[in-house]
């Protein structure tokens, strides 16, 4: 039987939900505060360069996501060879990280003492509460691997804090070899062995975009609901009724549906929500953003001594340097800069530096300039600077945050018909959200 969906927030989560459930036969309406949907996969084209402000790429490891792309009719693009390596800075100098044991054995990345220290990591037992990431990685590989490895992943994925982010909320699937194998090198080893059996069945995993970018996917699925979707839309007020239906609204408008979907930041949960269960707005405001900027930037390729040949570089937080790191966009997909340029996008402040993403442009462009510009081999000045600020860049997962999920849960169980999806839950990637929109949709649209 057909049935009325609300749904609150037209990013990937809101957009791909919305989608799904109108596949499956029912009636959706889109909300959407901001202008344009697609919440934070933002493409810009400028001078011949084609900048990602939000996601510069996502993993094809979900099933929904090949769902999603044939059902739209549209064909994602692979990264380049080149994209699986990566780069980490040490002792002023920016070292592959190593892709196999023969390499890890030669890398100057990581000192004698630290390799021999990994020897160990299958002899140390399951942790007996939960842990940071950083407690977690220090007590099975040790500090040198933590600094080098896993405090740049972190800053990378989350700008992020390894000391307050939770194991396994935030790195879940790492987590989960310890508690599946008890050792983080068996259960990989374990895992690698059993792909090879199955024959690669499933998604390549490989590393996705679009020509156009990755709001093409975004743009895609609202020209798709455009009689779904309504932008410049803010809902203040939500409210169940003495039928069961859900009221939303504003000043001016109302919007009646059989059940309701919430796919905003958590700060808006908290103000839509905490009606309904005081609790909620705490629980809500728990969940913390950090700030950041991206600068990009586009040169000659005669300006930069470093070929860029690889996904881009990470600076672990104990080198002292402002910047988080760099990705190199025109190495990783085609058509992301002009011909014999380089695009390089770089990011500063999150978690542990806040204060640097508020600098004022010129500023933020030299310190980033002073950071990788020695590093890179780069003369002169970039021909193109396009800096993007995100206030509430990325949901935090820290130690707690598997409990503050159950606790929401619980906070609205009495209340039928209300669904939550986002980004501050069960994952923070597109793959992530395009996965969870789909599998909310089988659950309740089936």
Not at 38 to 52: H, P, V
Not at 126 to 135: G, I, N, P
Request: include cysteine; hydrophobic fraction near 40%.
């Amino acid at each position: 039987m057909s049935r009325s969906y609300l749904i609150l927030g037209a990013g990937i989560s809101g957009l791909t939900s919305a989608w799904f459930l109108k596949q499956l036969g029912h009636q959706v309406t889109l909300l959407e505060a901001r202008d344009q949907a697609g919440g934070n996969l933002r493409t810009l084209k400028r001078d011949g360069y084609l900048i990602e402000r939000g996601p510069n790429s996502t993993l094809n490891n979900r099933p929904a996501l090949n769902i999603l792309f044939n059902s739209l009719g549209i064909d994602p693009i692979m990264a380049n060879k080149a994209s699986n390596k990566r780069f980490i800075l040490r002792d002023n100098q920016i070292h592959p990280l190593p892709m196999g044991p023969g390499d890890f054995i030669r890398t100057p990345l990581f000192k004698a003492a630290g390799k021999w220290r990994l020897l160990l990591e299958p002899f140390i037992g399951r942790a007996s509460e939960e842990e940071t990431v950083a407690q977690f990685v220090e007590r099975r590989l040790g500090k040198e691997f933590l600094d080098y490895a896993i405090n740049p992943f972190i800053s990378g994925v989350y700008a992020g804090d390894p000391d307050k982010l939770s194991a396994r909320a935030a790195t879940a699937k790492v987590y989960a070899l310890e508690r599946d194998y008890r050792s983080m090198i068996i259960g990989a080893l374990a895992k690698t062995l059993f792909h090879k059996h199955r024959g690669g069945a499933g998604p390549s995993g490989g590393m996705i975009s679009f020509d156009q970018g990755m709001q093409y996917l975004t743009d895609t699925l609202a020209d798709k609901l455009a009689a779904e979707l309504q932008t410049g839309v803010a809902v203040n007020t939500l409210q169940q009724l003495d039928d069961g239906r859900w009221q939303a609204g504003n000043d001016t408008q109302q919007w009646l549906a059989d059940e309701v979907i919430i796919t905003l930041p958590a700060s808006a949960c908290a103000e839509l929500l905490s009606p309904h269960a005081g609790e909620l707005k705490t629980l809500f405001q728990s969940i913390e953003y950090p700030k950041l900027a991206s600068v990009s930037l586009g040169f000659k390729k005669s300006q930069v001594n470093h070929p860029l040949d690889g996904f881009g570089f990470l600076i672990p937080r104990c080198t002292g340097v402002e910047t988080l790191g760099a990705l190199f966009p025109s190495s990783i997909f085609p058509y992301r800069a002009p011909e014999d340029h380089h695009l390089m996008t770089c990011f500063i402040g999150g978690a542990l530096n806040p204060a640097a993403a508020e600098a004022e442009d010129s500023e933020l462009l030299r310190r980033v300039m002073r950071d990788i510009g020695p590093l890179l081999g780069i003369t002169g000045e970039p021909e193109l600077v396009e800096i993007s600020r995100w206030p509430q860049a990325i949901p935090q997962y820290q130690l707690g945050h598997l409990q503050r999920l159950e606790a929401i849960e619980h906070a609205l169980k009495p209340f039928k018909g209300i669904h939550l999806r986002a980004n501050w839950r069960d994952g923070i990637s597109a793959a992530d959200c395009i996965q969870n929109g789909y599998e909310l949709a089988q659950a309740i649209g089936r």
